[in-house]
């Protein structure tokens, strides 16, 4: 019976994995085949919707700033979110559950009404943001923020954190070094895990940087739209690149997590 019970789902699993990759692998294929009209299988197979992908420097510059604005954001989340959950898992511990509560608001606000919300703020501001990377940078930073906080704020709780600071300061190091040599390494597979999947969810975000930037700084996603009237087996290039990509940081994620 435990066999049967078993086989069963198996075949469950397997069916439910086999019906979502049939449209990723349709797409695979499509992408890679010079043409493929009425017939059930493509005409030829060409690598040439690649070759103009990865040559385009359109793509390139599109990607490059993508890069750049999703690590900027990380890297400015990181260096102020770290220090802040240090701060309320060490000397505030009773405000772990408002601070659970507040990285909650960023996915309250839908993003069309913050977007419309910074454009109203900044439209007439001596400072000119809506058009350029900075005012993505900070926006995403507000995306990132709950990944962020609450992997590593789990490995905060997986480690003694007071007791691993009673021993540094016994041993006459202070705060700030304990917390960079003691309690960061400690932290390192969640900081990790949460870093590579708030990655993945930035670049493929859409609607702040369709309603912020738009083409004045042309990231992946806006490039993605731009070119969707484009040949369809260079949309499915471009799409599987992107897949691919996302693919990858999410196996790191699970990797390091």
């Not at 420097?57 to 690590?71: E, K, Q, T, V, Y």
């Not at 990655?199 to 996603?221: H, P």
Request: net charge positive; proline share 4%.
């Amino acid at each position: 019976m435990k066999n049967v019970n078993t086989a069963f789902h198996k075949t469950v699993v397997y069916s439910i994995v086999g019906i979502m990759l049939v449209p990723i692998i349709a797409t695979f294929v499509y992408s890679l085949s010079s043409r493929w009209g009425a017939t059930v299988l493509p005409d030829g197979f060409t690598f040439d919707w690649y070759i103009a992908l990865l040559t385009d420097s359109r793509f390139l510059d599109a990607f490059g700033r993508s890069l750049f604005i999703c690590i900027a954001s990380l890297a400015l989340s990181v260096f102020l979110i770290l220090p802040a959950i240090f701060v309320v898992f060490y000397y505030f511990p009773k405000l772990n559950k408002v601070m659970n509560l507040l990285i909650l608001l960023p996915f309250a606000v839908p993003p069309v009404v913050s977007s419309v919300g910074l454009l109203q703020l900044y439209a007439d501001s001596e400072i000119s943001l809506i058009g350029t990377p900075w005012i993505l940078i900070g926006t995403y930073f507000t995306i990132a923020l709950p990944f962020m906080y609450r992997a590593i704020a789990n490995s905060f709780d997986a480690i003694n954190l007071h007791d691993l600071m009673d021993a540094a300061h016994l041993l006459g190091a202070s705060t700030t070094k304990a917390f960079l040599l003691i309690i960061l390494p400690n932290l390192k597979k969640g900081l990790m895990a949460s870093l590579f999947l708030s990655f993945s969810f930035l670049l493929g975000e859409f609607v702040f940087a369709n309603i912020l930037v738009g083409t004045r700084y042309e990231t992946l996603q806006i490039y993605l739209y731009n070119m969707r009237q484009t040949s369809g087996h260079f949309t499915s290039a471009l799409v599987m690149t992107y897949f691919l990509f996302i693919f990858v940081l999410t196996w790191l994620a699970s990797r390091f997590s």
